[in-house]
């Protein structure tokens, strides 16, 4: 067999590349998913630790009869805090304020009572993507005392700068674990599918070079999981295949060897048919009495050349389809079996009125006639046929009142030369009637066998063949 070899991808356009690309992009997704959360979770312990930080400077102001510190020590508290403006409201007191300088400008301001999930998420966006310049006025509650309100004015820059550090090292550990957890996946799957998949697809090109070298089989495996089946589903239709090649083959070989002996085979009998008609015209009892075995005899052997060279002969049947009623059909190849047993047909049509169908009316007489005589060498008395028309197909079905086919009959019953109900027959006939059907687009099976008949089923696809 001549094919041309199917090469493997390259690295870069493999399975393997694409799997490990992959990986890496949804790990990522999935770190980036993380990072907003985190980012805006960082921001908001920022300026929560500042509104804490603002508490304990007002604590400081507290301590003071008067409520008045010094400059020096307000401005020391206020750059502790971060702010350059600190304000405290208690429920049952006034508002205390630190404040070296009233702000010149508030450039936003934030509650952190009312910030939900996508605000905080939004607002250290903004700030990571800002230049650090803004001037924000933050208020919210202490962190040690929720019951008191901390209001704190203070500069970006410092926590832009943290907030990027922060997200930095988030990437950085994203990335890390998004490389190694793709590592962990591509290794496994690669191990566990791409790998066995590689070796398969190189299997199947090896084979196709050349079907039939047995070395290039796939070898089963003991996994039990789907790329261990397909590898032993593989091997098996490699080995069915390699096997109906050898068959094929030796098929073509039986076909060029009977066509060469066939014309003089054929005519060896012709001189033999002469001289057994010669035989029976003689009026000797003994020679009326073997002249019908012989003429049999013939008979048989020279259908036995025909059906081995239509059945070897290569390629598929030609079908030419048209339309005829399929009564009439069954009322010729009735008339070219045996005589009527006890005045009634041996071949029944149980088909009310006009049937008619679309196939090749000489192969599918073929059909019929194989399978009404079939029946009768087997024991039958009676053949009937019946057809019924469903949604997508025709149903035509052969029943015989027969004594059913022997068990090793069923078993390859539609296999050349291998079974035969009948002493010294081919099992020629059932292959070629049902290589007759799928060449209409139908099929030829066996329904049932038993002791009271067979029942033979033909299927034919509606319209044209």
């Known amino acids: 067999m001549t094919a041309t070899s199917s090469r493997l991808p390259p690295l870069v356009k493999s399975l393997s590349a694409k799997l490990l690309l992959l990986t890496i992009f949804f790990v990522m997704l999935a770190e980036v998913l993380i990072f907003a959360p985190s980012v805006g979770r960082f921001r908001l312990s920022y300026l929560q630790d500042r509104l804490g930080d603002a508490h304990l400077a007002i604590l400081a102001l507290e301590a003071t009869p008067d409520n008045m510190i010094s400059a020096e020590l307000e401005r020391e508290l206020l750059s502790h805090v971060g702010a350059s403006m600190v304000a405290l409201t208690k429920p049952d007191a006034g508002k205390l304020i630190l404040m070296t300088a009233k702000p010149e400008r508030l450039d936003a301001s934030f509650d952190l009572r009312e910030m939900n999930f996508f605000a905080l998420i939004g607002s250290a966006a903004r700030t990571m993507l800002g230049d650090g310049t803004r001037i924000l006025r933050v208020v919210g509650p202490s962190p040690s005392d929720p019951d008191i309100l901390v209001e704190i004015v203070l500069g970006e820059t410092e926590l832009r700068a943290l907030l990027i550090g922060y997200g930095n090292r988030i990437l950085a550990l994203s990335f890390g674990i998004s490389l190694f957890t793709a590592a962990l996946v591509f290794l496994s799957l690669h191990l566990l599918m791409v790998r066995p998949m590689r070796r398969l697809t190189e299997n199947m090109a090896r084979f196709r070079e050349n079907p039939e070298d047995g070395s290039r089989i796939a070898q089963p495996t003991a996994r039990q999981d789907e790329i261990g089946i397909a590898r032993r589903e593989l091997a098996s239709m490699q ?99 045996p005589a009527p047993v006890n005045g009634a047909p041996v071949l029944r049509c149980a088909i009310d009125g006009s049937f008619e169908l ?49 068990p090793r009959a069923r078993e390859n019953l539609f296999v050349p030369f291998a079974a035969s109900a009948q002493a010294g027959g081919t099992g020629l006939g059932l292959a070629i009637a049902r290589e007759l059907m799928r060449a209409h687009g139908g099929d030829l099976v066996l329904e049932s066998s038993t002791a009271k008949g ?7 696809p509606l319209g044209s063949a």
């Open 454 to 460: 067979t029942r033979f089923k033909l299927s034919l």
């Open 358 to 406: 679309e196939a090749d009316h000489e192969q599918l007489h073929r059909v019929l006639s194989n399978l009404s005589l079939n029946s009768i060498n087997a024991g039958a008395a009676h053949v009937e046929v019946s057809a019924e028309r469903g949604e997508d197909l025709i149903a035509v079905y052969v029943t015989d009142d027969g004594p059913g086919l022997p």
């Open 239 to 337: 080995q069915g295949l390699r096997d109906a090649l050898q068959q094929r083959a030796h098929l073509a070989a039986l076909g060029t060897a009977v066509t060469k002996i066939n014309h003089d085979l054929r005519n060896i009998l012709s001189t033999a048919r002469l001289i057994s008609d010669r035989l029976a015209a003689s009026g000797d009892p003994e020679v009326q009495r073997i002249a019908p075995t012989l003429v049999n005899a013939i008979d048989r052997a020279v259908n036995l050349c025909a059906q081995t060279l239509d059945f070897t002969r290569q390629g598929a049947p030609r079908i030419k389809p048209r339309r005829f009623d399929l009564a009439g059909l069954i009322a010729e190849v009735g008339r070219d079996l």
